[in-house]
């Protein structure tokens, strides 16, 4: 079992820069994948970003050039700074380790940290 803990949300200007962190604890023996995502009011959760082991990293289309994802494995971290936020990043941030990029039987998922931009 992992256990994700997120912090780092809370209500920005549009423009403005907010930094995620998520701390992972337990057996993250063959997790390959750490990740964000969000699911805004109403809307499916959707990928923000992921970053492998090896330190490879994806964008959502529209968080490209706005967003960066960092890990640090030897402690368990991974981050999200965000920057030029708009309205529509508003919603739900989670944290996400998994062994494979298609959902699986190990897929970890933090609590939630909210995120509201306001314009």
């Known amino acids: 079992q992992v256990r994700l803990v997120e912090s780092g949300g809370g209500l920005v200007q549009a423009g403005g820069s907010l930094r995620l962190s998520c701390a992972a604890s337990g057996n993250i023996f063959g997790i390959n994948y750490m990740g964000w995502y969000r699911q805004a009011p109403g809307k499916q959760r959707e990928l923000v970003a992921r970053?492998?082991?090896?330190?490879?990293?994806y964008y959502a289309d529209s968080m490209k050039g706005r967003f960066t994802i960092s890990g640090d494995n030897g402690k368990n971290t991974v981050d999200l700074q965000m920057n030029s936020l708009k309205p529509e990043d508003t919603g739900v941030y989670y944290c996400?380790?998994?062994?494979?990029?298609?959902?699986?039987?190990?897929?970890?998922w933090g609590q939630g940290t909210q995120v509201t931009v306001s314009s």
């Open positions: 970053i492998t082991r090896g330190g490879t990293t």
């Open positions: 996400s380790y998994a062994a494979d990029w298609n959902p699986g039987p190990r897929d970890y």
